[in-house]
């Protein structure tokens, strides 16, 4: 039902289950799953915990294997010493056995202490196939989900024993056990290594024969030499411009402009006088200031009024005009009161 007769991988035969009623191959089993969202997502979904005890049967059979076997060894050496020694006292039989059950306890010791051997991490979220990591944490150290024990702090995953997030964010750097996976993830060889996937990746995309899984130390040549050619390139592109626009740091500056700027520091008190150094003058524009012409006591843009500027002294709008004095204050008044009037 889910192929046909060319794709088929049965061998062939001169006339099928069709026509000889025979039972030639078992059905197919066709299963059809309506999971929620849940059930999408579950890492263990279609996992038969009875399997597992082929792997223990396995481990076991090996372990008793090797045991068997030293102790073989062990045997035939102790049978050699006997021959050679075949006049020797007694004692020496009792030094031999001495010497098998503590080799015995040796072995026994080596299985007890399988928790310490280094083993490869195989797709786990600490760092993909690669690299190796202890089966258990040291028991002295404090647990990363224990840190805090604030519930919305940071989210810990028990399958993969993994906390992203920093779970004492305000604490000192230097007093801290654990700063979370990401620090981890963004320091060190971890950054480097992620550097030289990206350029991997996007050196393919334009075309170079190039995959970091297949052929890693041509991957890491060739970043390399990027880096290499990206320095040489930046530092041309300096040199280019400073050729065009010239190096101001190198240049020596014009003494008003070395002497024209100074730093002076002033106390003040709460009334906002000084109490120590001198008060910093304001700077003053390259156009002239309080100069007042045509007899004006004023300057022109001192009075606003009816979205105007004006002389504030006698009230005229009109600039470069002659001041006229109280006589002008009072026509502008005049002006004023019989606008509003009106």
């Known amino acids: 039902m889910t192929h046909d007769a060319k794709s088929c991988m049965e061998r062939p035969r001169k006339l099928g289950a069709r026509w000889t009623n025979k039972h030639i191959a078992p059905d197919e089993k066709i299963e059809t799953f309506e999971l929620d969202y849940d059930g999408k997502r579950d890492r263990w979904n279609g996992y038969d915990a009875s399997t597992y005890a082929r792997v223990v049967e396995r481990y076991e059979a090996r372990d008793e294997a090797r045991r068997q076997h030293i102790k073989q060894q062990q045997l035939k050496k102790l049978e050699e010493n006997n021959k050679n020694n075949s006049g020797s006292e007694g004692s020496d039989e009792d030094e031999d056995e001495d010497v098998l059950k503590l080799d015995e306890a040796k072995v026994d010791e080596s299985k007890q202490m399988d928790f310490a051997k280094v083993r490869k991490r195989v797709r786990t979220t600490g760092g993909g196939s690669?690299?190796?990591?202890?089966?258990?944490?040291?028991?002295?150290?404090?647990?990363?989900?224990?840190?805090?024990?604030?519930?919305?702090?940071?989210?810990?995953?028990?399958?993969?024993?993994?906390?992203?997030?920093?779970?004492?964010?305000?604490?000192?750097?230097?007093?801290?056990?654990?700063?979370?996976?990401?620090?981890?993830?963004?320091?060190?060889?971890?950054?480097?290594?992620?550097?030289?996937?990206?350029?991997?990746?996007?050196?393919?995309?334009k075309g170079q024969d190039i995959h970091m899984q297949a052929a890693p130390s041509q991957a890491e040549l060739l970043f390399k030499n990027y880096k290499v050619i990206k320095e040489k390139l930046k530092s041309k592109t300096k040199e280019t411009i400073m050729e065009k626009y010239g190096n101001a740091a190198s240049e020596e500056l014009p003494r008003e402009l070395l002497l024209g700027q100074s730093e002076q520091q002033a106390e003040y008190d709460r009334a906002g006088g000084i109490i120590k150094g001198q008060e910093s003058s304001l700077p003053r524009s390259k156009y002239e200031e309080d100069v007042c012409i045509n007899k004006h006591t004023s300057v022109w843009g001192s009075w606003w009024k009816d979205h105007q500027w004006g002389y504030k002294c006698c009230k005229q709008m009109i600039r470069n005009t002659?001041?006229?004095?109280?006589?002008g204050t009072e026509a502008a008044e005049a002006t004023s009161d019989l606008k509003i009037s009106n």
């Open 322 to 327: 002659y001041c006229t004095g109280a006589a």
């Open 130 to 205: 690669t690299g190796t990591v202890r089966n258990l944490r040291i028991r002295e150290d404090t647990a990363k989900y224990l840190l805090n024990l604030d519930v919305n702090s940071a989210h810990y995953d028990p399958k993969t024993r993994s906390m992203r997030e920093d779970p004492l964010p305000d604490r000192d750097p230097k007093e801290k056990f654990h700063g979370g996976d990401n620090q981890y993830r963004m320091s060190g060889q971890a950054l480097e290594f992620r550097q030289l996937s990206i350029h991997a990746w996007e050196a393919f995309e």
